[in-house]
């Protein structure tokens, strides 16, 4: 089964600083990962995804993630956090791009000035 | 930029009522989804819907839930009998490639 954490609950970064959210994933197979961010109030919105091809994919808004196959991991970055960064995020796995996901339970993200 | 649309955007109902959440997905996707997300916890999968039946479902998803396509367009979450722990924030997602989601109807059951 598959299965998605998220280790940080919460984070608070300075405004102008770098942000790195951590993400783990367990699937037996290649899989298709997200980040999506949901602002308080709003919806899910995809940042980006990983499917195949470069493990480095960027995404909207500035934000990037990783894939590291050996660790197991999609970790979510960006250089500089805006205050309007502020929302909770959320990694997820699937089988294929259009599959079910599995979240995360999030990580909220407080931006200090 | 198309988008999938809910409403209503909140819904306060009485324990035992059914409640419809309805849901215009993104017009030339093929792939629809209902999650759900209990206050503070994580986003559950419900069901998923292909080729107007469904193609998967959760534990969560029993008999009390349903989904419907009526009419090409819009697609629906029907609560026959709502509990308590129905309520939370319901999404609605549609997926040609990636799935792309709603805004959320935040159901509240007294």
């Known amino acids: 089964a598959q299965s998605v954490t998220q280790p940080d609950i919460h984070i608070t970064v300075s405004e102008g600083a770098s942000l790195e959210l951590r993400c783990n994933y367990s699937y037996g197979a290649t899989p298709y990962l997200f980040w999506y961010v949901q602002s308080p109030g709003q919806g899910l919105q995809l940042l980006l995804k990983y499917f195949s091809g470069d493990t480095l994919v960027q995404g909207i808004k500035g934000f990037e993630a990783e894939f590291k196959r050996s660790q197991s991991s999609f970790n979510l970055r960006k250089p500089s956090v805006h205050w309007s960064d502020a929302a909770e995020y959320f990694c997820?796995?699937?089988?294929?791009?259009?599959?079910?996901?599995?979240f995360g339970k999030g990580t909220m993200l407080l931006v200090s000035p | 930029e198309p988008e999938v649309t809910q409403t209503p955007s909140h819904q306060v109902t009485q324990m035992g009522q059914e409640v419809i959440l309805r849901c215009v997905p993104i017009?030339?996707?093929?792939?629809f989804y209902w999650y759900r997300q209990i206050l503070g916890q994580k986003v559950e999968f419900l069901v998923s819907?292909?080729?107007?039946?469904?193609?998967?479902k959760s534990e969560i998803f029993d008999d009390q839930f349903s989904v419907e396509r009526p009419d090409g367009s819009n697609f629906t979450l029907k609560i026959r009998s709502t509990k308590l722990e129905d309520s939370a924030m319901y999404f609605c997602a549609s997926a040609v490639g990636e799935a792309f989601f709603g805004q959320g109807t935040r159901l509240t059951v007294v």
């Open positions: 819907f292909y080729n107007n039946e469904i193609s998967e």
């Open positions: 997820a796995v699937g089988e294929e791009g259009y599959s079910t996901l599995t």
């Open positions: 017009s030339n996707h093929l792939y």
